[in-house]
């Protein structure tokens, strides 16, 4: 999964720069026009030298001509993509023309292109099984970089078969918007983003012929061998998980290997899913071939930066699948002093974390008591809860529904967030804050299963003394 379209990447590769431009300019790109082109000679004539760059030129019709009648491989045509593959008949693969067709309006709709405007995109592609048969067929170019998965430039891509068709599918699309990216906007932003929106648009739903990008998954049995889920889970259960400034250093000379597209996915994922950033980012395609495009990104998010920075740590840690981002907002307005005669707060079973709108000081002692009888499940029948929670089931360590707080510095510390290491309540504890800061409470869920909550708790809060 490495796209090389951008000048940055192209020229740290030894490739020569093709300018991206508008529809009437999408050429083929330098190897599969050459190779493809001349396939039948190189059947016929296998120790024929390669032939020149100055095939590099050549229209998408040309690159999309009929292989040799002996050639191990097939042609699948569409309108936005010809794929060549030595893979058998099946239907996951000879559907894949058409699911790519579906996706390029999708990715016109995302990145605020016109779809007359790439109404004769079209590109080639090499699903292999065996790279040795598309090397002798000058289709695999010597000189390609190595890749794992897949690899992408300009219009022609290269996508190693997997036995998971998902997977597959997901490959296909992730080059495929490399590919759009550097043919269309004319470049793809640094790696954190270019992987970011690759993975994003490349992760979708494939049911009945409709095909969804930038989709969610609900479960793991929907994306199977997608794995970037457990890559972030698995580094946050082992203390290494990465600050949202980490992922946007991320450099591929330095950081190889499959568990960066993990969490390029899961920034793109959260900026795009969250109800605050979704529509920032999203601006962000206008900036692609800027060299100070994180700059930008950083100026777009103004005073929420260091708000979102935080927001990362709580989405990292509370990750699953299905994960509900409207839900899990956080309300970062800070609270005000707490009345001499305390203050009475509603808090919603079907929320993450709610600003209880009081400032907590530190070194005071506080009593917290909640009341309520509210739904934690809906399935196969009402669970019904009390702020101490359900014993019959635990969610990371604690019974399923209990009370939880946390007090956030105004203004924030650095460091882990106290959302990190939230304090159980229940039906009431004392509360003496290290730090002064607003109270947050929530009942223990996960981010996923909010949906099927109802019902509210009262929790009152009094200074003692």
């Known amino acids: 999964m490495v796209s090389r379209g951008s000048d940055k990447h192209r020229l740290a590769a030894g490739l020569v720069p093709r300018a991206g431009g508008d529809a009437g300019r999408f050429g083929a790109g ?100 065996d790279k040795a048969v598309f090397r002798r067929l000058g289709l695999l170019p010597e000189g390609t970089p190595p890749f794992q998965n897949g690899y992408s430039y300009n219009l022609d891509l290269w996508i190693c078969d997997q036995s998971s068709d998902y997977y597959r599918r997901h490959l296909l699309l992730h080059e495929g918007v490399h590919s759009f990216m550097n043919t269309v906007l004319g470049g793809t932003g640094p790696p954190w983003y270019m992987e970011g929106m690759a993975e994003l648009l490349g992760t979708h739903r494939w049911k009945d012929g409709q095909l969804t990008l930038g989709y969610f998954p609900a479960n793991r049995d929907e994306v199977p061998m997608w794995g970037r889920i457990k890559i972030v889970r698995d580094a946050f259960a082992a203390r290494h998980a990465k600050r949202f400034a980490d992922v946007l250093s991320y450099d591929p000379r330095t950081q190889p290997g499959n568990e960066p597209y993990g969490w390029c996915w899961a920034v793109a994922a959260f900026l795009d899913g969250h109800p605050r950033y979704q529509a920032r980012f999203r601006k962000l395609p206008q900036w692609v071939r800027q060299p100070n495009f994180t700059d930008h990104f950083q100026r777009l998010m103004g005073p929420d930066w260091s708000r979102l920075a935080e927001e990362w740590q709580v989405f990292v840690a509370d990750l699953e699948y299905g994960y509900d981002f409207t839900r899990t907002a956080i309300d970062f307005t800070p609270g005000q002093p707490l009345p001499p005669s305390g203050s009475r707060i509603t808090i919603r079973a079907d929320r993450g974390w709610q600003n209880a709108g009081v400032i907590l000081e530190a070194g005071v002692k506080y009593r917290l008591r909640a009341a309520g009888r509210y739904q934690v499940a809906d399935k196969p029948q009402t669970w019904w809860c009390e702020p101490n929670g359900v014993s019959i089931r635990y969610y990371r360590g604690r019974p399923l529904g209990i009370l939880l707080a946390v007090v956030r510095p105004d203004p924030a510390a650095p460091g882990p967030s106290p959302w990190l290491a939230p304090l159980p309540v229940g039906l009431g504890d004392e509360l003496a804050p290290k730090h002064s800061g607003t109270l947050f409470l929530r009942i223990n869920d996960s981010a996923a299963e909010l949906d099927d909550n109802a019902g509210t708790l009262a929790v009152e809060v009094k200074g003692e003394g």
């Open 30 to 129: 330098p190897r599969l026009a050459r190779a493809w082109a001349m396939s039948i000679a190189l059947f016929a004539c296998p120790l024929l030298a390669p032939p020149s760059r100055a095939a590099d030129a050549a229209a998408p019709a040309q690159r999309a001509a009929a292989g040799p009648a002996e050639s191990p491989i097939r042609r699948l045509p569409g309108k936005h993509i010809t794929l060549i593959t030595d893979l058998p008949p099946a239907e996951a693969i000879d559907e894949l023309p058409a699911v790519f067709d579906k996706a390029l309006p999708q990715y016109c709709a995302y990145f605020g292109v016109s779809p007359s405007r790439c109404a004769d995109w079209h590109a080639t592609g090499c699903l292999m099984k």
